[in-house]
């Protein structure tokens, strides 16, 4: 379905990356890490490359929230590859104090924290856009999350040590209207963008919040990082032509 596309991945190191990385190169696909953590980075290449026996997979150093290192980036893969197909923005940039519960969030920390993961997302979408647009064409498909959708139901958190970060709420709701904004600003350029949504995946987290989490959806609860595959490679492919500005949730019922 992605046969000879030039499919770039930031934070395609993180433990979604990864998974986005497979599911390319097994349609057929270039893969390309960008990822601002070079030893990492180059460690998921090496592996999986030999794992799915392929050279399709590439490695470059990109931070999403400077520009400058986005215009390399971009330059690097025009001079490689001459054309990029699509850009998922999946990269998860925080600060050391992201996450803080409610009344201990710093004003300085929620908008360090906006900055980075929104602000990197836009300044992202806008490079590689401008490219797109020399290009004649371009697909852009924003990593959301169910959080972006529905309040957070806090009752699943209760006895454990986790919560749900008000930065992440703000940034993802703020990313699918964004999304929306993109989509109609491109009118005329053949640029597609959407959104993909996610429920919670699956990383061992505390058995508490996993059957609490469970409780809320409809058959599995947690899903594996496979479960998005599908939806990825249906928005990249040429299968959604048509489906722009939209938000697709992978989430087992959690929001309904
Ligand atoms: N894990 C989940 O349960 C879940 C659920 C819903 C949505 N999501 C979303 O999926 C995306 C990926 O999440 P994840 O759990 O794989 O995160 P992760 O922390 O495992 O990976 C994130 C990757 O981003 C990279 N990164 C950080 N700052 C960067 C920067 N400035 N420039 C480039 N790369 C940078 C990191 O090096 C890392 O490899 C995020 O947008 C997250 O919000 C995750």
Request: with cysteine; net charge positive; aromatic share 12%.
């Given at each position: 379905m992605l046969k000879n596309r030039v499919i770039v991945i930031t934070g395609g190191a993180g433990l979604i990356g990864q998974e986005f990385v497979k599911v390319v190169i097994k349609n057929g696909a270039i893969a390309?890490?960008?990822?601002?953590?070079t030893e990492i980075g180059k460690k998921v290449k090496k592996e999986l490359s030999k794992k799915l026996n392929t050279d399709n997979i590439h490695f470059i150093k990109l931070d999403i929230t400077s520009k400058k290192s986005l215009k390399k980036c971009i330059d690097k893969l025009d001079k490689k590859f001459g054309k990029i197909n699509a850009i998922v923005n999946n990269a998860y940039p925080r600060n050391?104090?992201?996450?803080?519960s409610f009344f201990d969030v710093e004003y300085e920390d929620f908008v360090e924290n906006l900055g980075l993961n929104l602000g990197g997302y836009f300044v992202t979408s806008q490079q590689f856009a401008k490219y797109f647009q020399k290009q004649g064409y371009g697909n852009i498909v924003n990593i959301s999350s169910i959080y972006g959708v529905v309040a957070p139901?806090?009752?699943?958190?209760?006895?454990?040590?986790m919560t749900m970060p008000v930065e992440y709420a703000a940034i993802k709701s703020g990313l699918i209207h964004l999304t929306k904004y993109m989509a109609k600003y491109f009118k005329g350029m053949n640029i597609k963008v959407n959104a993909l949504s996610p429920g919670g995946i699956f990383d061992d987290q505390d058995p508490l919040f996993l059957s609490a989490y469970k409780q809320?959806?409809?058959?599995?609860g947690m899903l594996n990082k496979s479960d998005l595959a599908g939806t990825l490679v249906y928005l990249l492919?040429?299968?959604?032509?048509?489906?722009?500005?939209q938000n697709i949730i992978v989430d087992d019922g959690f929001c309904l």
């Open positions: 390309v890490i960008a990822d601002i953590n050391k104090n992201y996450a803080r139901k806090f009752e699943i958190y209760e006895g454990t040590k809320q959806c409809l058959s599995k492919s040429d299968m959604s032509q048509y489906v722009n500005g």
